[in-house]
Nanobody
Framework: QVQLVESGGGLVQSGGSLRLSCAAS????????MYWVRQAPGKGLEWVSS????????TYADSVKGRFTISRDNARNTEYLQMNNLKPEDTGVYYC??????????????WGQGTQVTVSS
């Protein structure tokens, strides 16, 4: 059974830090691109960051660049998001997402249940 379980969310003051984790099971984690995606209250999904299978390539949304760091540990089947200098606009539910594409039109992807991050001003 495929599972992605996020943890590490919570309430933090503006300028604070949190570290999110996403524990994966039931699929070959090391073969998948991994992402963090968030959803602010009343808004749609927003891509936050991506990391390739070997952690050789990482990308970030402009809104978090320089403040967030994505990483992964393939030996532990876990993805991380270190979030520093948090701002109220970072508030939302953070989801981890795993994706494997074997063609532009087909592949597999999995989502976690999300973890709430709330940043107070």
């Amino acid at each position: 059974q495929v599972q992605l379980v996020e943890s590490g969310g919570g309430l933090v003051q503006s300028g604070g830090s949190l570290r999110l984790s996403c524990a994966a099971s039931g699929f070959m984690f090391s073969g998948y691109w991994m992402y963090w995606v968030r959803q602010a209250p009343g808004k749609g999904l927003e891509w936050v960051s991506s990391i390739d299978q070997t952690a050789g390539t990482t990308t970030y949304a402009d809104s978090v660049k320089g403040r967030f760091t994505i990483s992964r540990d393939n030996a532990r089947n876990t993805e991380y998001l270190q979030m520093n200098n948090l701002k109220p606009e970072d508030t939302g539910v953070y989801y981890c997402h795993a994706e494997l594409r074997w063609s532009p039109d087909s592949g597999e992807d999995y989502w976690g249940q999300g973890t709430q991050v709330t940043v107070s001003s």
